[in-house]
């Protein structure tokens, strides 16, 4: 089992990180240009801010990502220092940021955590389990906050129309299917059954259409048996820190622009429920985007779901919403790339020439 080294470093390149600045600001420059609304003066109200609120946004971010830190750091039964987690964390989310959000950053991951002295197999079983962790908090999570949100968790917008509303609502419902079923079937190959997953991917890959891919599905299918040996026995100490971390960085993730929205307009405890829980479906729209990190999409959805709250300041909000959450890792992670890459493979030559 190898990992295409060519391809994970043309992921991993910091020249890509103009494409999706590029892509953003040219949604950004589109909406200033074609919405009369946005000008000058509707820029200026960027001063209006809640400095203790921008704050908190800022606070709120950091704690995601120590979070993200720590649960990695559990994951790998400490393997991995805090510098290394570290490390690790800057560079998946710089991955995912430069990947489209349909394909996100895994097998970077992997590769990663494999340059990082972390054996294949087990490196394999962290990042399926992390991705089985998240989608399960979004199944499971989703209809509890949907609930209390009392179904008010698609927007009412001029912008769309209720043909497209529609849509979205049926897109949000078959995403979540998918997703949930998804996650059921990856959570019973890698804790239950990870050879008759194999032998039914196969049989699948046997058909004549797709037969191409049949050499593709077993290699899948032998990553997925090696991954859950690594993952068997397990316990309950084990799985609470990590679960609880999950809980606690997604939603510290949707807790940030819940803060960032009330440093500009005051918020009822209910408003924070449904802005919370349309980030929910915020999420599944910005998964299945086909640019780098979702980029623009995310620009052009923030003003449909959100401008029932925020009025004037939705297109100075959702500019900083995206300079806070997503360019940061863009700007650290062709930073801290080059000083990984002279750790990890100049370093590690330099050692075995001095043995």
Known sequence: ????????????????????????????????????????????????????????????????????????????????????????????????????????????????????????????????????????????????????????????????????????????????????????????????????????????????????WKHDASEYGNQIIEASKELAGKNFKYWLPIVAATIFIWTSRYLMLNALISAFVPLSLNDHIIVFARQVIMWIVMMISPTPGSSGTAEFFFAQFFTQFLTIYTFVTSIVWRLLSYYPYLILGALFLPRWIKQVFFKKKENETLE
Do not use: H
Request: hydrophobic share 55%; net charge positive; proline share 3%.
């Open 1 to 212: 089992m190898k990992l295409d080294n060519k391809k994970i470093f043309q992921t991993l390149n910091p020249n890509k990180v103009w494409v999706p600045i590029i892509i953003g600001l040219g949604i950004v420059f589109a909406m200033f240009y074609f919405d009369p609304s946005i000008n000058a003066e509707t820029l200026s109200v960027v001063f209006d801010a809640s400095l203790t609120w921008i704050f908190l946004a800022v606070v709120v971010i950091l704690f995601r990502d120590a979070g993200y830190i720590y649960r990695i750091r559990e994951i790998t039964n400490r393997e991995l220092t805090w510098t290394r987690s570290i490390y690790v964390i800057i560079l998946w989310e710089f991955a995912s940021a430069v990947t489209p959000s349909v394909v996100g950053g895994t097998a970077v991951a992997i590769f990663i955590l494999n340059k990082e002295g972390i054996k294949l197999g087990r490196a394999i079983a962290y990042v399926m389990v992390t991705a089985i962790l998240d989608n399960l908090f979004f199944v499971i999570g989703a209809p509890v906050i949907l609930f209390f949100a009392k179904g008010n968790i698609f927007p009412e917008s001029k912008v769309l129309e209720t043909q497209m509303q529609s849509s979205m609502e049926a897109i949000f419902w078959i995403s979540y299917a998918l997703y949930a079923t998804y996650s059921l079937i990856m959570a019973a190959a890698l804790f239950y059954r990870p050879r008759v997953f194999k032998w039914v991917l196969i049989k699948l890959f046997s058909i004549k259409w797709l037969r191409k």
